[in-house]
């Protein structure tokens, strides 16, 4: 870990000053990710602006029918928040299925966005990794890829958003909140993160002196039929394989509002719009949620260690669409996948 | 306002284009000690405990939040100290596994409950075990053996105590008036 | 015996309990002096080549670096290869850190920073700029299968397989059911939880005291001492606490040597602790590929047994564990032919973890002999027993005890096993596939020559001294357990003192024999102190036990007293008055009975039974019990004992299920050096573990009829999972670890 100055700004246009005067000064919050990236030296910041007990960034409130989660909440406040669990139990779900309460006690849903990749590449300053070095090449397309992405991959990078809680805020169509020298402007969760393409340096479309302050949830919740279904290496405490938001409304047995989004398979939370249009108005069916599963997929590449990962996507979408159907989320401590 | 902790160290000499040492003044109520201590910014949590406050309890096995051996409880909720810069946690209080134990010895309900269980071996996992356990019954979200498992699985354990872990938290958790399973 | 035991076989506390609960246990890392230095290591970025340049002067302008070490200006060591081999080495050279520029593994240490404090250190290292000339590497075990050889040198107290006995290819060829197959087990890092760390305290004049992450304070003093030509005398190693090692501790690793060499070189104390990434840069379980064919009549008798291993070694060491032996001697057999080859890839050289060999050896005999109770339609079980070995074919020798039999009859009750229906995928609940599988284990009961010394003061205190180790194995405890009953006390009134070089010569800590050795050894000591008691108590005037024999006596609650007439005693006090000393000392050695050793072969045996439940469609693979029943003579703590157990089922559940260290071939490098993603099993995978200990009466094996404990618990477990994904699911998984990918096909 190198070394570097430390301020603590007492507003966030302070805070947003401070970072744009200094060339390599980052924010800091929860610090989860970022002190293990600095530790690594993946992370060599010159300065940290520390944004953790900024005022008035760590409350849930109530907004426009749905609920605006300020950027500080941490992880663990989120998930047990009653109106999260009432509301939105997908997110609750989701958030619990990251990580270790010890880093959801400390995370912050605003760090929690702007996580970076865990390929092994990435996190090894002994390897060359595009992401990490910009034209040193990606090892990872033609090296161990168990944990890599299988959709929306380019030829530099094939690494994956390792988040949970993204999963869930792109099934829910939540929309974030950032300010900047430029002022306030609101990003949909699904233009937030970016894929790859030539330009893996860029997790997401955040201004370099923008900061997240927070995260809106529109009204549908969905918490009737939900699931968020995680398959991973180790029973938990693990990164996702593949997950599955998937959120619906019923009209008897047939899908009325469809929302599918997919997590450890590609550098952004994936989500699919036409599979999504096409189980509107569908029987909730093995048939229907197999042709969403086949669209999602349609498109999937594997580079050896991952390729297993398009069966098992296309198996847990439709595990997980069907346990949305019946109403039966997937608990996060039994691991029974019901 | 502004809180730009008061910079008390001068720029030390160093290389071009590095940034300086700065010192940062914070005050930390470790144990119940309420302690004013300098600290670099880029010293975490347990690296200030187990060098400087010689505090050695608390464990370091992997510096990255990954197993879970330097859990401590900050203002009351276990976090990974190893990922926590000191320098961000002015003010707050610190509960580690040196100040789990009654004055007189007697043990915490949670370390006595390791002890008869047998919920260790090496016991370089145990403080942050420990620490865990006891933030986990504070939380109150785990009821059954099940939710144990799951929310005590952001502590590693190389020997295998799991089960015996589990055990003695039910044990704790029975002491505490929290019904498990 | 003239005491009645009240301690041995009774479930005790660790006596070390409290110290590990409130965090006042020290570790290697945690011990400081006043002018501690922090070393960080620099480590290699490529596989094999040399170093251009090394370029140090960035970080050392940088604040409080003390010095850069480098092959270019580290200090002259001892010059013979022979002077860095350890107690445990293997035949070969053993790796020199900062020897040369030279690079022969990814991860190879190249530089040591040495600044004022840990944070300084680590800042340091990151700005020393290395410049390789690549040499093309071969890290892939597959491609150099061609050049598989036998080592031309035994690894000391390894045997290498036996010779074959009758015609294993023509009774195989023969034989009406026959089974063959190729069998994996991916390389596995320990990972103990205390990463390896060395505190050296330096004092004037040159003496050291180190504190190291070693599962044998002798062997990092032995070879402290002549890798830098240091008198026994002023190095000594302590090390009361080891935080896990699993074997990664047996051998001193590179960061004592680095430690050491600065704190001679700066003249003042340093410490270097290695990263968890680095925990990935020295031995591990080796790759190692198998292929496997048994034989049968359509009884299910075993015909043949043909079980060949070829495992990775490193360039420049032929480590070895042989794999194959235990399929010679698990069953009974007339025609065996077992073959172990090693084949060099660039890595660093393997190392022992936890039953070195056995649970990969055992991965595939009892594979096999599923696959073969599968293809005879006869309960698994039953398939073991039919080929019971009564005896061990590989020596000819009888076991010096076996009880499992009863292994398997009480852990096939404990678990249900007679409810099993054989057949495969016939169990099931809802959209999960049970399965049940067994195995059997086994793994030597060693004892090794070692020395302990038992002071007893006149007020009544017993200290046992030994420089064996406790990792985490309750070592502690039971000495102190063995301790107390010898002389009739209290637990509490007897201190076991361990983990130091000064103490009475002990054998590493390994192979299962610590509680043999070190327990027969302290009993020894223990008792030398009780007869020179009674001898002084014999002597007083008027003594009630002047024509007592140590037969005659019994020792408790601070007394010598008569046994046919407890009324008539001596306190020890009075008896040490008499022979006129406050103390008293002794000191013995014990060693294996060589007349035992040439007609017994001392084994230790497991019947392990486990339930999966596999999600069908997910592949996904859950360990939901397991019972393991272990036969391991006589059981000097049930409850650290148990312990020992879980901890080896949960270590070979990670085997079956979760554990791999993956080479990226391309670089030569092992990529998910983190325990983030090398996954260790977490509380959530581990779910109910039931041990029982048969009664198993054992005279031949040590003085004390124990067995050890701290590895037959991972032999046949990761087998009995796969058995039990097979029985579940129908498919067969011959490679470890039983990711869910596997069984997605």
Redo the contacts between chains.
């Keep these: 870990?190198?070394?570097f100055s430390y301020s603590r700004p007492g507003a966030v246009s302070e805070a947003v000053r401070a970072v744009q005067a200094e060339a390599g000064a980052k924010f800091i919050a929860g610090g989860t990710n970022l002190v293990d990236l600095m530790?690594?030296?993946v992370e060599?910041p010159r300065r940290l602006v520390d944004v953790g007990a900024l005022p008035g960034l760590d409350r849930i409130e109530e907004q426009a029918g749905g609920l605006r989660i300020g950027a500080l909440v941490t992880n663990s406040a989120l998930a047990y928040d009653p109106r999260i669990q009432e509301r939105y139990p997908l997110l609750s779900r989701a958030v619990l299925s990251g990580a270790s309460p010890q880093l959801r006690n400390a995370a912050t849903t605003g760090g929690n966005l702007l996580q970076r990749t865990?390929c092994?590449?990435f996190?090894?300053t002994?390897?060359p990794c595009n992401k990490r070095e910009p034209g040193t090449g990606c090892?990872a397309v033609?090296?161990?890829n168990?944990?890599h992405a299988i959709l929306g991959t380019s030829e530099h990078c094939i690494a994956t958003h390792p988040s949970d809680m993204c999963v869930a805020l792109a099934a829910l169509e939540a929309s974030v909140e950032v300010t900047g020298p430029g002022g306030d402007r609101r990003i949909a969760l699904a233009d937030f993160h970016r894929l790859p393409g030539d330009q893996p340096e860029r997790d997401s479309t955040l201004g370099a002196d923008e900061i997240v302050t927070a995260v809106q949830l529109p009204p549908k919740g969905f918490p009737a039929n939900y699931t968020y279904l995680k398959?991973r290496?180790?029973?938990?405490?693990?990164?996702a394989?593949v997950s599955v938001a998937a959120a619906l409304e019923m009209d008897g047995g047939s899908i009325r509002e469809a929302r599918l989004a997919l997590g450890g398979v590609a550098h952004k939370p994936w989500r699919d719009p036409q599979a999504e249009a096409l189980l509107r108005g569908r029987p909730a069916t093995r048939e229907a949620f197999a042709e969403a599963a086949a669209l999602v997929l349609k498109d999937a590449r594997g580079y050896g260690g991952n390729t297993?990962k398009i069966?098992?996507a296309r198996?847990?979408i439709?595990?997980a669409l069907s346990q949305a159907a019946a109403g039966t989320p997937q608990p996060i401590?039994d691991?029974?996948?019901? | 306002m502004p809180v730009d902790p008061a910079a008390t160290g001068a720029a030390?000499?160093?290389?071009a284009g590095?940034a300086p040492?700065m010192q940062h003044r914070i005050t930390l109520t470790i144990n119940g000690t309420r302690r004013q201590m300098e600290v670099?910014p880029?010293?975490t949590l347990l690296?200030l405990l187990?060098?400087e406050m010689?505090?050695?309890?608390?464990?370091?096995?992997?510096?990255?939040g990954?197993?879970g051996?330097c859990t401590v409880l900050l203002n009351g909720q276990r976090i990974n100290s190893c990922l926590a810069l000191a320098v961000t946690k002015d003010g707050a209080e610190v509960l580690?596994?040196?100040g789990?134990?009654a004055a007189d010895g007697t043990?915490h309900p949670m370390?006595?409950a390791?002890?008869?269980h047998?919920a260790?071996?090496?016991?370089?996992?145990?403080?942050g075990q420990?620490c865990s356990a006891v933030g986990l019954l504070k939380e109150g979200h785990a009821r059954s053996a099940e939710e144990?498992?799951?929310l005590?699985?952001?502590?590693?354990?190389?020997?295998?105590?799991?089960?015996?872990?589990?055990a003695a938290i039910e044990q704790a958790m029975q002491q505490a008036g929290v019904a498990a399973r | 015996m003239p005491n009645s035991e009240t301690h041995f076989g009774a479930p005790r506390?660790?006596v070390?309990?409290?110290?590990?609960?409130?965090?006042?246990?020290?570790?290697a890392?945690?011990f400081?002096a006043p002018d501690l230095a922090h070393g960080y290591v620099v480590?290699?970025?490529i596989a094999k080549g040399r170093i251009t340049a090394i370029d140090t002067a960035?970080a050392e302008?940088?604040?409080g670096v003390l010095r850069v070490f480098t092959h270019e200006n580290r200090p002259t060591t001892a010059w013979l290869n022979s002077s860095y081999r350890d107690e445990v080495a293997p035949p070969g050279k053993p790796f020199r850190p900062l020897y040369d520029a030279e690079v022969v593994y990814?991860g190879q240490p190249v530089a040591l920073v040495v600044a004022e404090?840990?944070?300084a250190a680590?800042?340091a290292a990151?700005l020393v700029r290395v410049t390789y000339e690549h040499a093309p590497h071969e890290t892939n075990l597959r491609n150099v299968l061609a050049e598989a050889y036998v080592p031309p040198k035994e690894r000391p107290g390894i045997d290498p397989p036996p010779n074959p006995r009758g015609d294993a290819a023509a009774a195989y060829a023969a034989a009406p059911i026959k089974v063959e197959n190729g069998y994996h087990v991916a390389p596995e890092h320990?990972?103990?939880?205390?990463?390896h760390a060395t505190t050296v305290v330096w004092e004037a004049g040159g003496k050291l005291t180190i504190h190291d992450k070693i599962q044998g304070a002798q062997n990092t003093q032995s070879y402290v001492t002549s890798v830098f030509s240091l008198p026994k005398k002023d190095v000594r190693v302590i090390a009361p606490?080891?935080?896990?090692?699993?074997g990664s501790g047996l051998r001193p690793q590179y960061q004592l040597f680095l430690a050491v060499m600065a704190s001679l070189e700066l003249k003042r104390s340093v410490r270097v602790?290695l990263?968890?990434?680095q925990m990935f840069t020295f031995g591990y379980r080796p790759d190692t590929i198998q292929t496997l064919a048994l034989g049968a009549d359509r009884e299910g008798r075993l015909q043949a047994v043909m079980h060949e291993a070829i495992a990775g070694t490193s360039p420049f060491e032929d480590f070895q564990e042989v794999v194959v032996n235990w399929s010679g001697l698990a069953y009974h057999c007339d025609n065996v032919d077992l073959k172990y080859k090693l084949a060099k890839i660039d890595t660093y050289t393997p190392l022992d973890m936890r039953a070195p060999g056995a649970p990969l050896g055992m991965f595939a005999l009892e594979s096999g002999m599923d696959e073969l109770a599968h293809a005879l339609k006869i309960d698994p079980l039953e398939l073991r027993l039919r080929n019971y070995a009564e005896m061990d074919q590989n020596t000819g020798r009888q076991f010096s005890s076996k009880e499992l039999r009863a292994a398997y009859r009480l852990g096939a009750e404990r678990f249900g096993w007679a409810r099993r229906s054989h057949e495969p995928r016939s169990m099931r609940e809802?959209?999960?596939l049970i399965g049940w599988g067994m195995a059997t284990g086994v793994w030597e009961a060693g004892m090794q020559q070692a020395s302990a010394r038992a002071t007893l003061t006149a007020g009544g205190k017993l200290e046992v001294a030994i420089a064996t180790a406790d990792?985490?194995?309750?070592t502690y405890t039971i000495l102190t357990q063995i301790a107390a009953d010898a002389l009739g006390l209290r637990m509490e009134d007897v201190t076991a003192r361990i983990g130091d070089s000064a103490l009475p010569t002990s054998p590493i800590e390994g192979g299962s024999w610590t509680a043999a050795s070190a327990g027969s050894a302290v009993q020894a000591a223990c008792y030398a102190v009780r007869e020179t008691l009674l001898n002084y108590a014999r002597r007083m005037e008027n003594s009630p036990l002047a024509n007592a024999g140590l037969d005659h006596v019994v020792f408790t609650a601070g007394h010598i007293a008569l046994r046919s007439d407890p009324s008539r005693s001596v306190s020890f006090a009075d008896a040490m008055r008499a022979g006129g000393v406050d103390r008293i000392e002794q000191e013995e050695t014990t060693a294996p009975d060589k007349g035992n050793m040439a007609k017994f072969s001392p084994y230790t045996h497991a019947a392990v039974f486990a339930e999966v439940?596999v999600?069908e469609?997910?592949?996904?693979v859950?360990v939901t019990r397991v019972v393991d029943a272990i036969a391991a003579g006589r059981i000097i703590n049930p409850?650290?004992a148990?312990?020992?157990i879980?901890?080896?089922?949960?270590?070979g559940i990670g085997m079956a299920?979760?554990e791999e260290s993956?080479?990226?071939h391309?670089?030569g490098?092992f990529?998910?050096?983190?325990?983030?993603?090398y996954?260790?099993?977490?509380?959530?995978?581990?779910?109910?573990?039931d041990v029982l200990f048969v009664d198993e009466e054992e005279s031949k094996a040590n003085p004390i009829g124990v067995k050890g404990l701290g590895e037959i618990g991972i032999v046949g477990t990761a087998a009995a999972i796969a058995n039990a994904v097979f029985h579940a699911t129908g498919k067969r998984i011959r490679e470890l670890p039983i990711?869910?990918?596997k069984l997605?096909d």
């Design positions: 870990m190198n070394r530790k690594y030296d060599r865990r092994y590449y996190y090894d002994g390897t090892p033609n090296g161990v168990r944990i398959l290496d180790r029973q938990s405490y693990a990164f394989l297993f069966e098992l198996r847990a439709i595990r401590a691991k029974h996948i019901a | 030390a000499a160093s290389p590095r040492a670099a880029w010293t690296d187990r060098e010689e505090l050695t309890g608390t464990k370091k096995g992997c510096d990255h990954q197993c051996a580690t596994v040196e789990l134990a043990l370390q006595a390791f002890v008869e047998d260790f071996q090496c016991g370089y996992c145990t403080p420990i144990i498992r799951e005590m699985s952001g502590n590693l354990c190389r020997c295998g105590a799991y089960p015996n872990i589990v | 506390s660790r070390d309990g409290r110290l590990k609960v409130t965090g006042a246990a020290k570790y890392g945690e400081t480590s290699s970025a960035a302008a940088a604040p990814s404090s840990f944070e680590r800042d990151a320990h990972n103990p939880m205390e990463p606490f080891v935080g896990g090692a699993f602790v990263t968890r990434d809802g959209r999960e990792i985490g194995t309750g439940r999600d469609e997910l592949g996904a859950r409850k650290t148990r312990s020992q879980i901890g080896g089922v949960v270590f299920l979760t993956m080479l990226d391309r670089l490098r990529m998910n050096h983190n325990i983030a993603e996954h260790l099993p977490v509380n959530a995978d581990i779910r109910e573990i990711t869910l990918d997605l």
